[in-house]
């Protein structure tokens, strides 16, 4: 990958003509059956575009509980789209019939906050990874059409989801408006994330990419990272599965931990801390020297599996961890 980088033909990205990045726009537009894509810095500038395209300030969004959008994004929804986010659902995922009665129609008396838009989120961060299964997404895209909603998948792990479900990338972005999916986590990339779409979306994406600041100039060396990540490391996501598995497996043995190993659908696990346990912070602390976990929420840890996981490094994980909670 940083020999790619090294090699990468550059242009300027603000005036469209990076050769690197266009490679990288066409690929990803076409992987998650979309016209268009346009390459963003971060995730989170991804879904802020996003909304800023579908949207008007005073608008109304509907997302799953504990989104990342509402959660992660520094209230830009508010800040930068002037919008408000209606959480509905549980654990991330909800019905069509949960969004229907969401539903805030465009009445003549303009009490209501006029619903526009519906974010799907998928693998759920704060759901362990949870994946939509495709007849309960299908639906809710189909439900939103009823309501003449625009809908957006944040797919920052949208491969992952693909990998898990057995379908590629596209079932799920192909009925959408818009998707976004990152080129870290899993796919290995140092930063980046894409924002797919229609031609005339990514036009309006683009104008508020500029406004945000977004433009990279010469992104190719970026963009070439990227390229290689998606011709490169999405067939080995099993591995990220079955080591995150593995890790479940082992971690609900150990005293003080709680989880369910069969809820561990892709590369993300999440551990709850009974009464006994450590604090969050201070248990990812004394394992840090082997392994790193991130403090989630009052009373639970997150961890993560990617290409620079190894089985090893699970083994070393389960003993620091057994090391501290005293088995």
């Known amino acids: 990958m940083r020999q790619a980088m090294f090699e990468a033909e550059v242009g300027d990205d603000v005036f469209g003509d990076d050769p690197t990045v266009i490679a990288l726009q066409e690929r990803a537009a076409a992987l998650v059956g979309q016209e268009a894509a346009l390459f963003v810095p971060s995730g989170t500038m991804g879904n802020q575009l996003a909304i800023l395209s579908h949207c008007r300030p005073g608008d109304d969004v509907l997302v799953g509980e504990g989104a990342h959008s509402v959660f992660y994004e520094g209230g830009g929804a508010a800040a930068l789209g002037g919008v408000q986010m209606s959480v509905i659902g549980r654990g991330g995922l909800f019905s069509a019939e949960e969004l229907s009665e969401a539903v805030k129609p465009h009445d003549a008396s303009g009490h209501l906050p006029p619903t526009r838009l519906v974010m799907l989120e998928n693998t759920h961060n704060r759901g362990g990874g949870k994946v939509w299964p495709l007849p309960a997404f299908d639906a809710v895209v189909a439900q939103a059409r009823v309501h003449d909603l625009a809908v957006h998948l944040d797919g920052a792990r949208l491969f992952n989801a693909a990998h898990a479900a057995g379908v590629s990338a596209s079932r799920f972005g192909a009925s959408v408006d818009s998707v976004s999916f990152c080129l870290s986590k899993g796919l290995g990339a140092p930063v980046g994330s894409m924002l797919c779409g229609s031609v005339a979306f990514v036009r309006r994406a683009h104008r508020y990419r500029k406004m945000l600041g977004g433009g990279m100039r010469q992104a190719g060396i970026l963009a070439a990272a990227g390229l290689y990540a998606l011709e490169h490391n999405l067939s080995r996501l099993g591995d990220d599965h079955r080591r995150a598995q593995d890790l479940a497996l082992a971690l609900s043995s150990l005293p003080g931990l709680v ?42 840890i997150r961890l993560v599996t990617h290409l620079d996981v190894g089985d090893a490094d699970i083994e070393r994980a389960v003993s620091a961890f057994a090391r501290v909670l005293g088995r």
Do not use: H, M, Y
């Open 259 to 300: 989880l369910d190993p069969t809820s561990v659908e892709t590369n993300i696990v999440i551990a709850r801390l009974a009464l006994e346990a450590p604090e969050p912070a201070a248990l990812c602390a004394a394992v840090s020297e082997e392994v790193r976990a991130l403090p989630f929420g009052a009373r639970a």
